[in-house]
């Protein structure tokens, strides 16, 4: 069995758990000032609008076991848990974000999903975006930005507002400044051996999307990596590297502890997530040029070229992996499903077949929100590490 270590974390470091309670209070604060407030799910949603509007955006993906158990008492048992916590956080008054929000923006990405915002709907506006099934089907752009045009009608509506296309270039260059800080701060795990845990930059990028003073944000994020550039400098280059681990699959926010933590406990660095926790679509800003002339198709094209498991064929998501694997300098592949994720699992016999035929070794771990499989993981990811 791989020898366990406690991680190296800095003395002011905050869970996740423990950053989304203190956004809360930002966000009564906000609300009290009479702000305006959209809850987001997906990294199909086009901020950029909601930023347009003078509106917050806020991130009401749901954690916790408890919250995917209060989840079941409307929707299936068998259903991912990310769907039902936040069904579950929301319906049951668990979640203040969903409170706080005057309205959600939210996508038909999996069947799971969309079936649930139905329900969603009946609590609070939802506005929900039809996403093609695919990117290269035939008419599937023009759909698409017809959906994002009318994401700017029903916030205008919604809102009593008028959103123009200047607005939309503006929200559209801040939004690209704010990719570039996070694409800056991930690739930190490109260095080697890397001056970070994967646990840390998870939950950094996590935590910080409840920075909703995004120059703030931006501001952070630019210090703490030219900080954690300074500490490779001084402290870490020339030193041995440990096994490096590239993470992709489902969304890892609700199993931070549970998988991403545990595999640099067991002797790993996370160095890099191509997943949604991940730089996936930080490294494709939306073309200014374009938005000059046509803000609304510059919005749209960007966004379709998203690399989730929903679409299909879903190639660029392959070819994304093969880049990071080569950049990160990756030595192994750790891909985490959630319970009941098809599309994902589906794609897994692909991920793990592309993976192999680079050489480098894979494995996946089938996982909830629930601690009663920790063991089994444990064994797994250790068993894993050692061979590399
Ligand atoms: S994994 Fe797919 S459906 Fe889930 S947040 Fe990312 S883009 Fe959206
Ligand atoms: S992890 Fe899979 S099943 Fe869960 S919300 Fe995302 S795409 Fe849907």
């Known amino acids: 069995m791989a020898e366990e270590r406690v991680l190296d974390l800095p003395e002011d470091f905050e869970t996740f758990p423990e950053a989304r309670k203190k956004a809360f209070l930002s966000m009564k604060e906000l609300k009290e000032q009479g702000r305006r407030i959209v809850g987001v799910f997906c990294t199909y949603t086009p901020w950029e609008l909601i930023e347009a509007a003078d509106a917050v955006a806020v991130n009401l993906c749901g954690i916790g076991?408890?919250?995917?158990?209060?989840g079941e008492r409307d929707l299936p048992q068998n259903l991912c848990p990310l769907v039902k916590a936040s069904y579950g956080g929301a319906a049951n008054d668990r979640c203040p974000f969903f409170y706080f929000a005057d309205m959600v923006l939210a996508e038909t990405t999996c069947d799971g999903k969309k079936k649930m915002y139905e329900l969603m709907g009946q609590l609070k506006h939802c506005h929900i975006m039809q996403l093609p099934p695919g990117r290269y089907g035939r008419g599937a752009l023009e759909f698409w930005m017809k959906e994002v045009e009318d994401v700017r009608s029903?916030?205008?509506?919604?809102?009593?507002?008028?959103?123009?296309?200047?607005?939309?270039?503006?929200?559209i260059r801040l939004r690209n400044r704010e990719r570039?800080?996070?694409?800056?701060?991930?690739?930190?795990?490109?260095?080697?051996p890397t001056p970070i845990t994967g646990y840390e930059i998870n939950t950094v990028i996590n935590a910080n999307d409840f920075q909703f003073d995004l120059e703030e944000k931006i501001r952070y994020l630019e210090n703490r990596t030219a900080e954690l550039r300074?500490?490779?400098?001084?402290?870490?280059?020339?030193?041995?590297?440990r096994p490096r681990i590239l993470i992709t699959g489902c969304p890892t926010q609700g199993v931070l502890d549970k998988v991403i933590k545990r595999v640099e406990e067991l002797g790993a660095d996370i160095v890099g997530f191509e997943n949604c926790?991940?730089?996936?679509?930080k490294k494709d800003p939306i073309d200014e040029e374009l938005a000059e002339t046509d803000p609304i198709r510059a919005i749209s094209e960007k966004y379709l070229r998203v690399n989730c498991s929903v679409m299909s064929p879903n190639p660029g998501r392959l070819e994304a992996m093969q880049q990071m694997i080569e950049d990160y300098q990756v030595d192994g592949v750790v891909e985490v499903l959630l319970t009941a994720?098809?599309?994902?699992?589906?794609?897994?016999?692909?991920v793990r077949n592309f993976v192999k035929g680079l050489g480098?070794?894979?494995?996946?771990?089938?996982?909830d929100y629930s601690p009663s499989d920790q063991a089994q993981i444990d064994t797994r990811l250790g068993a894993f590490i050692e061979m590399l």
């Not at 076991?65 to 209060?70: E, I, K, R, T, V």
């Not at 300074?230 to 590297?241: D, I, N, R």
Request: negative net charge.
């Open 360 to 367: 480098i070794p894979y494995t996946s771990i089938t996982t």
């Open 154 to 171: 029903d916030l205008e509506d919604f809102y009593g507002i008028t959103i123009t296309d200047d607005d939309i270039r503006r929200a």
């Open 65 to 70: 076991d408890d919250n995917a158990q209060l």
């Open 277 to 281: 926790c991940g730089p996936r679509e």
């Open 341 to 350: 994720c098809h599309t994902f699992a589906i794609e897994s016999v692909s």
């Open 180 to 192: 570039k800080a996070i694409l800056d701060f991930y690739e930190i795990g490109k260095l080697k």
């Open 230 to 241: 300074q500490k490779y400098e001084e402290e870490c280059k020339g030193k041995p590297s």
